[in-house]
Structure formats: structure tokens, C-alpha cells
């Protein structure tokens, strides 16, 4: 079969989520030919802001991602690049507090100060490196804080059972921007980030790739509308996709990639009348041994009309009409007042205590292909995580020629 120019390409990246997007404007900013297929109508990925129609006009609550902070460098830097930082809103403070039993408690209620008063020598004496979430910060915190308030609020943070989540996978300490917000979205929520970045990118939406193959000078990829050629491919997709994509040609690769799991998030948005609601402002809820991680707020964009909360369950345990009538209970309406309702499946990469040495050796496997793998199962599952390790890919792709 012979191919058009316009289907032959330096680089093709799959996958429009942020980590796609950055990958492009690294490429297309050196001024390589390349190109995007994501298989949805928009793009964002994680970056989910659903958007209500109708008497909500316009209101907006994040289905995915929430928070960025003025830490996310790279990211800020993409925005930067794109004049869009007079763009950026930021967040109102409002905190956190915990739903146990069905009804909400302040944080400090569920701690032990006793416990607390040796954690900052506790903290002294231990190394993050090589520790599960729950060996580090259950001897930092003591076991009982931990079991009550931290590991709720850990799973809430990462949307899955946290315990053996690598404690330097968690949180990791980077430079802040003062010139920026602390905090900070963008009007629309935080897919109006992955919009301005795709504004002016090659990206073809509705092209979900279905297999690609290794050929003398580059890689065939086979998409919904046909095939494409290119010299280097970039796989921006979750990891359970690009070990599905890599099985026939990399099968090594493939393997290694299987070895992470998929958590899978099932969640719940719903919008309510400001006037209906008690429950005062809050930036969200930690569910302890509730049949959801976190309900994330809207309350941090205040609206002067409604108000958003998103239930992020655990997969399973619910089905559609017992997750309405557990937001009803937690939010302390009747079902009735659930009209506006928008439901999202989110998958995250269940990332292991091992998980640099699996990385370095992923990166040795990579060397010299001319294949890029990003995505947030690297070194962790942030934002600015996925924007680092597409600079970290481009500029591996542009050492070898890519
Ligand atoms: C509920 C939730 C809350 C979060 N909260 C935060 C937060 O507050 N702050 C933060 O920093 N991070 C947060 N994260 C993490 C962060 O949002 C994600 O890790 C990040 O956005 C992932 O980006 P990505 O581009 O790697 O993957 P994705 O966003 O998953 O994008 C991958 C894209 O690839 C496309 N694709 C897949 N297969 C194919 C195919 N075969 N052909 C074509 N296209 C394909 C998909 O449609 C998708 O658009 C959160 C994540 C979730 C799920």
C-alpha cells in the first residue's frame, strides 16, 4: 500500500492527554513533522472538566484531575510558551475533612497528638527510598493516626488502596514559582490546560490506534483511518494500552509493562443548587472505610449558584443507584435533588515499592529504538510528572536522531 505525505511523519504520538500534548509541543516546537491520534473527541485524558449544559450554563467540576500547584515547572513552562499564565485562577483555601461512619468529622478530631509528638525525629531517621507508603509514613505517624486519618487520606490523594504505593512515588518536593499561584485552575477547569496546549497541534481526534508494527526505517501504525508512517513513535497512552499496542513487535517490552497493574477509579460528579446543601465549603472529603477513596469539591472555584462534588468510588462495590444513594446520604439531600449527574471511569497505574529499578531497566530496553513510552507510570502519576517524563523522552529521541 502506498501512503500519502501527509501520512508519513517524524513522529507520531498516541494518546492526547498531557503527556501526549507536552511531547508534541516539544516536537513540533524543534520543527519535526509530527502528528497525534487520540481515539476520544477531545483532548485531556485525565484532564476531565465536564461541563454542564442547559439552566448550570456552563458550570463545571473536575471528573479527573483537580489540582495543579505552581511546582509543575514543566508544565507551567508549556503554559508559558503558549502565553497562557494570565490564564491561570487561583484556588480558593478551603480545607479537607473526613467522612467516618457516614458523617463528616474535622481532621484534627481523628488525630492522636500524643502520637503525633515524635514524628518529626521519626521523620530524621528514615530514608523514603525503597519503603511502601504504609511502612514509612506508618512510623512517622504512628500506627494508629495512620490507620484513621493518614492512610484514608493517602488513598483519597492516589485514588486507590495507597499502603503499597513506593513512599517516594507519593509526594515529591520541587521548586515553587512565586509568580504563580500556590493552587491554581483555569477557567473551565484544568482541561482548558490540555485545550490550550492541543490549540495549533496536529492532533486528529476519533483515531483510536489498533496495532503498529516495526518496519525498516520506522514503525507502521494502523489507525481508524488507515495507516500511517513514522520514523519515531511516542506511545502516550495509560500502560494496560501501550503493552497491549507493543505485544506483537516488542513483546520484552510488552511483558514489562503487564507488570503493572490498573487501578480503576469509578466516579461520580453531581451538581447542586448552592440553597439545597449544609455541608459548609470544604476543598473535599476523605472517605474512612467508606464505599468511596475522596469526594473532590468545586467549592475551591466557588460559583454563586451551585455547587459540584465528584465521588470517586471504589470499583465494585456500588452499582449506579447505590453511588447516587450514597452521595445523597453523605451530601444530606434527598435522591431527588441528584438531576445533574456525570460519570466517569478512571484508570491509574498501581505503582509497586521496586519501581525505579523497573523503570531503569524499561529506559535500558528503550535506548536506541526510536520509540518513546510516557505516561504517569514513570516516576509518578502527577501532572508535572507526565510533562517530565515526555522532556526526559524527547530529549532521548533527540540524541539518537530521533
Ligand atoms: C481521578 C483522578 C484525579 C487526579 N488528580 C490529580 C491532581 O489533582 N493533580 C495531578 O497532578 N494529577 C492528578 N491525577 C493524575 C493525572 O491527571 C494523570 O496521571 C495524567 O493526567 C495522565 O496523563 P496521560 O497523558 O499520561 O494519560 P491520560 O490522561 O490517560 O491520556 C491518555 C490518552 O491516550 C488516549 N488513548 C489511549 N489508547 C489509545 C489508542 N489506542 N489510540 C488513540 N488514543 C488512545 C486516551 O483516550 C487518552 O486521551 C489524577 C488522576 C485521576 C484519574
Redesign the pocket.
Known sequence: MSLTPEQRYDLLI????????SMAHYATGAGLNARV????QR?????DSHRFTDELDGFWL????????NS?GHLLALLEAAQALDRLQPRAKVGFRLVVNGAVRSIPSQLSFSELLLAPFRLLRLKKTGCSVAAYFGRIVGRRNYATVFEPAFNAVI?QPAGEFPADGLFRSRPRRKDIPRGFTLAGG?QTIAEVLADGLPVQFG????DLRRVGDGFMVE?DSGQYHTRSLCL???VA?AAR?LQKDFPQLAATLAQIQTAT?E?VGVAVPKAQLRLPPVAGLIGRDQAFYSV?SRDTVPDPAWRGF?F?FRPGVLDESGKLDCIAQTLGLPRSALIHVATKI???PALRVGHGEWAQKLDQMLAGTRLAL???YFTG??????VSRSRIEWTRLQREGG
Open positions: 498516541i494518546g492526547a492527554g498531557i503527556s501526549g500534548l491520534l487520540e481515539q476520544e483532548a485531556g485524558g485525565c484532564l473536575e471528573l479527573g484531575a483537580h489540582s495543579a500547584f509543575y485514588c484544568l483515531q483510536t490506534v489498533r489507525a502516550a497512552t495509560p494500552d499496542l477509579v466516579s473532590v465528584t470517586h478512571n484508570q491509574l510516557t505516561g504517569n502519576v502527577a501532572i508535572e510528572d507526565c
